[in-house]
């Protein structure tokens, strides 16, 4: 089962030495049961912020969070994480690692269930056979593949994904934001993905929310039109291109720069009278689609 999301004019300050920072302001989004929401913004905005509100780690100064229309007042163990360490543990096999959740929230499995639980995600994810390794042996890209299973072992209503590709180089990242297609067709739950890089929001989210710069609000929710089960050609698609370019103004706006010119219009390139649609679709995979840090 998979529960809705909603924040509704959320402020949240920090208390520090220098006085209140505040990093969120009059945050309103409704993410629905079952939905996969990105979220971009400049560096620092507030987006982990969101994050532990959602998670319950931390009350807002002001508004509400909302899970199933409840509101969140403390840590729920319906709720999965996954972040860019995946922190697993040395002195566990990839097997126990994985059903670690099942230890601590409570479940009707048996132990053999619970193992079969966690073999059939590995097996999911590409990981058949390395059951009894241990963290150390496996590729960084093998261990976050591990750490997505153990975030939703205990099949959680709500799957927070915080940069958890965002130190995989780039062939790995592709194949695990594939995997993450697979596991949704598979599982149920509500997602809430932060990164920052926009062809990830584009591949993998249903609608993308742009945050300001700090204190964050909802800039603007771009809606990522592309179908359910994407291939990574989809990319290339002119949807996909129109929609990064949407997102980087975006970004750009939230930054205070300078916007670049619609993606669509033709740039004059030096001898080239026309630039042709491939040339602009090639800029999809351009570095500039990584939102800044
Ligand atoms: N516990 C805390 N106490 C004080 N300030 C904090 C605390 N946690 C975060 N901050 C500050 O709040 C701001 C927002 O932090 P947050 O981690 O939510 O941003 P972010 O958008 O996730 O950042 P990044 O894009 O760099 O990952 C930052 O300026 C950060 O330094």
Redesign the pocket.
Known sequence: MSLPISLEHVTHA???AAGP?P?LKDLSIDMPEGSFTAVV??????????T?LIAGLMKPDQGIVRLGGAPVTGPRSTVGMAFQNPVLLEWRTILQNVMLPLEIVSTSMSKTQQQDRARELLALVGLEGFEDKKPSELSGGMRQRASLCRSIVHRPEVLIL??PFGALDAFTREDLWQTMHELRAKEQFTCVL?T?DLRESVFLSDRTVV?SA?P?FAQRVVEIDMGGRRTLDDLYAPRAVELLAVLRREIQVAQGRDVDPPAASPVPVPGVANRPVEHVAATAQDPSTEAP?
């Open positions: 920090y208390s520090t920072l990093v913004g400049p560096s620092g905005c507030g987006k982990s912020t969101l532990r915080d940069e932060i920052h945050f700090r964050a840090r």
